[in-house]
């Protein structure tokens, strides 16, 4: 299964994703997280301790790696460098594990002064197409709001895009929007989770949010798991309310895209 879950900006992205690794962990599965968000807050949403998430370096960071693997040192400016470089010890190797959980940040390429960032952006892109295409692992990738990291190459990997919907028409918009931009990659299974669902009005509007998409479920707003970000907690360890609704979501998921233990 590899699933890439997005949607707005603070609208629950980090907390499902979350919670789908560890569900799947939890039953077995080798589970490969994927931080692909600028604002990289996976690791505590997972339960990485403090001390792990402070170890972690992106990979948008590691310029020896980049320069190793491309033949291009970042932020240099002309030259030739490798548009294919070997990525596929990366994973094994440079992985932060926890709690059954590996999980690989990507970071943010910088601009603005900086010179030239092809080479981190081509090993990001390899990194993510071995990721999604090669390897055998449970791959959730916790994505900015778009599908920024998905080419043409890598989307028809994609079993599931998830666009994660809060009631409110900013949420909606950026729904609506996703739902475009993978129409023009060929993303043919999108699917909608409701998040800070309060009532049955909030599961309406999310239901009509993304027309032509199915809602697999609902995330309901959790006073835990608020109380769990600001402790640097997983909502998984704390709110049981938001791993039973998770869990829900993850069996129709499975049952629609026929995954079997």
Do not use: W
Not at 118 to 130: D, G
Not at 139 to 161: K, P, Q
Not at 187 to 203: A, M, T
Not at 233 to 238: G, I, L
């Amino acid at each position: 299964m590899k699933i890439a879950v997005t949607g707005k900006g603070g609208v629950g992205k980090t907390t499902l994703s979350s919670l789908l690794a560890r569900l799947y962990a939890a039953d077995g599965f080798t589970v490969l997280a994927i931080d692909a968000d600028p604002d990289a807050n996976l690791a505590a949403a997972l339960g990485f301790p403090p001390d792990l998430v402070a170890s972690i370096t992106p990979i948008a960071d590691m310029k020896d790696l980049v320069e190793e693997r491309t033949g291009m040192k970042p932020g240099t400016i002309g030259g030739f460098f490798s548009m294919n470089p070997r990525v596929d010890d990366i994973p094994d190797t440079l992985a932060a594990s926890y709690n059954g959980v590996k999980l690989l940040v990507m970071g943010t390429v910088k601009k603005g002064g900086a010179g030239c960032v092809c080479a981190e952006n081509t090993l990001i892109k390899s990194l993510v197409r071995h990721l999604l295409v090669e390897r055998k692992d449970v791959v959730i990738m916790d994505m900015v709001a778009g599908v920024e990291h998905l080419g043409r190459g890598t989307a028809a990997a994609v079993d599931a895009l998830l666009v994660v919907v809060e009631p409110g028409q900013r949420s909606m918009e950026t729904a609506r929007t996703v739902q475009r931009l993978a129409a023009d990659l060929g993303i043919r299974r999108c699917y909608v989770v409701g998040c800070k669902v309060r009532s049955e009005r909030d599961r309406e509007l999310v239901r009509k949010a993304v027309p032509g998409l199915e809602v697999l479920g609902f995330l309901p707003y959790s006073p835990l798991a608020v109380e769990a970000d600001l402790d640097g907690k997983s909502a998984y360890d704390v709110a049981p309310d938001l791993v039973e609704a998770a869990r829900e979501i993850r069996a129709r998921l499975d049952e629609l895209e026929g995954l079997r233990k």
